[in-house]
């Protein structure tokens, strides 16, 4: 046996050693592997640790920069754009002086011609209609505006963060200056300022077709004024056809105006406007085409007839007419329904229907969509 086997090693001898030689320099090659493998695989998990820290970093700048950007348009654009609304709608379509002139003309039974009288109350008929849809329709505009402007703003937020922009960056280059993005909300202030004239006029006409067959006399009751209500926001946005109501939001050329607003603020034509112009080009394209959508029709409409329905409840609570048939003269309801405008024209914060515009849970999916959704870059 023990010399069979010393023939065999004599005879394989050499075999055997160099299997043995290729199975270890096999295993320390496995072994230098397994060891590179590791310390790839550790570098690998450092880089992508550090990747994930930088990633996060960025992500809190542009969480910050998004809130930044709320926080003006919900202390400063949209508060200010409310306060010139109240101010021009409350001038422009003030009832004072002609329900003092009918005091007048009552104690004076010369002061007032009967023509004169009843004109007088027919401008107080149609102003006062005119101030409380006029004040509804901008108000839940003006607040579905500026939300569709943060939208907006926080996509191209996001996008520029997608496509690798990182901090220092990301105040520079492809993005939009601190001082572009206040003259993109600032464009909130074209209705209550720029068209604002133009605005009144066109609701006076819609409310001036709605009314010519009502008389001072007849008996309204509160349904009958919300289908009032509801009859002049119909004519009126009759009278804007293909969209034309979207002139009452958007300058025709919010570049222009944008870049007056900042020489004149600055005093210099600074060289970096050039790409906020830009920018603000595209940003107020994509905003007419949200604008324009059937999505935004969509809430517009609900946003408004769920505001017209809450403005008659307040009236109901403050006379008590109730439902039909009663009602009350529509001469004594004039001025309440004038009055009805004030709590529409108050300071977001304060407004309860501008918190309820907000709070509708398909205003909620408009802008989730919205910001999902945006329209492609032109």
Not at 194 to 222: C, F, P, W
Not at 280 to 302: G, H, K, P, W, Y
């Amino acid at each position: 046996m023990l010399t069979s086997a010393r023939g065999f090693w004599a005879r394989h001898r050499r075999k055997i050693l160099v299997s043995l030689g290729v199975a270890g320099a096999g295993y320390a090659a496995y072994r230098l592997y397994d060891a590179h493998r590791a310390q790839l695989l550790r570098v690998e998990h450092l880089r992508a640790r550090e990747e994930q820290a930088a990633a996060d970093l960025v992500k809190n700048q542009l969480q910050e920069h998004f809130e930044k950007v709320q926080s003006i348009c919900d202390t400063t654009t949209l508060p200010l754009a409310m306060h010139q609304l109240c101010e021009n709608i409350t001038s422009q379509l003030d009832i004072s002086k002609l329900t003092d002139k009918l005091r007048q003309g009552k104690a004076e039974s010369s002061a007032l011609t009967p023509k004169e009288k009843y004109d007088t109350w027919e401008e107080i008929k149609i102003k006062s209609f005119t101030k409380t849809v006029s004040s509804m329709w901008a108000m839940t505009l003006l607040s579905l505006y500026t939300r569709v402007q943060v939208t907006i703003l926080g996509r191209h937020l996001y996008l520029d963060f997608a496509r690798g922009t990182h901090g220092a960056q990301l105040q520079e280059e492809s993005t939009f200056s601190e001082n572009g993005h206040k003259s993109f909300l600032t464009t909130a202030d074209y209705l209550p300022t720029g068209k604002i004239n133009a605005y009144i006029m066109d609701m006076q006409r819609a409310a001036t077709e709605v009314l010519k067959e009502k008389k001072l006399k007849d008996l309204m009751s509160t349904d009958e004024v919300l289908q009032t209500v509801l009859q002049i926001l119909d004519m009126f946005m009759s009278l804007c056809e293909d969209n034309s109501w979207i002139k009452y939001l958007i300058p025709d050329d919010a570049s222009v105006q944008a870049q007056l607003m900042a020489v004149s603020t600055s005093g210099f034509d600074d060289s970096s406007l050039l790409n906020d112009f830009r920018k603000l080009e595209q940003l107020m394209a994509e905003t007419r085409v949200v604008l324009a959508s059937d999505d935004f029709r969509n809430i517009m409409e609900r946003s408004l007839r769920k505001i017209a329905d809450m403005v008659i409840e307040d009236l109901a609570a403050q006379t008590g007419i109730p439902s039909p048939p009663s009602g009350l003269p529509l001469a004594t309801l004039l001025p309440r329904v004038a009055h009805l405008s004030l709590p529409l024209l108050e300071e977001p914060n304060k407004n309860k229907y501008i918190q309820m515009i907000r709070s509708m849970p398909e205003v909620e999916l408009f802008y989730t969509f919205l910001y999902a959704n945006m329209p492609p870059e032109t």
